[in-house]
């Protein structure tokens, strides 16, 4: 009956030993994905965006839904 309490113990420290490897992977895995976002992010800020072009930016919804609607929020007299 020792050996089997032995066994499960080793089964134990083992599957610990992979979480802890799965965890690392993953994190690596987040972080890369995370940096492609964020040299997206770059990319859109300085390439497209830099240059004073975001004033060129034309914009389908400008306009339509405006912040404040006045038939919406209107004071009843």
Known sequence: MTSFWLFLSSVFKWSFGFFDFAGN???????????????????????????NKDKEHHNDTYGKHPYYDPKIYNKEN
């Open 25 to 51: 992977v993953l994190n690596w895995i987040l972080f890369f994905v995370a940096l492609g976002f964020f040299c997206y992010w770059c990319y859109i800020l300085i390439v497209q965006l830099g240059n």
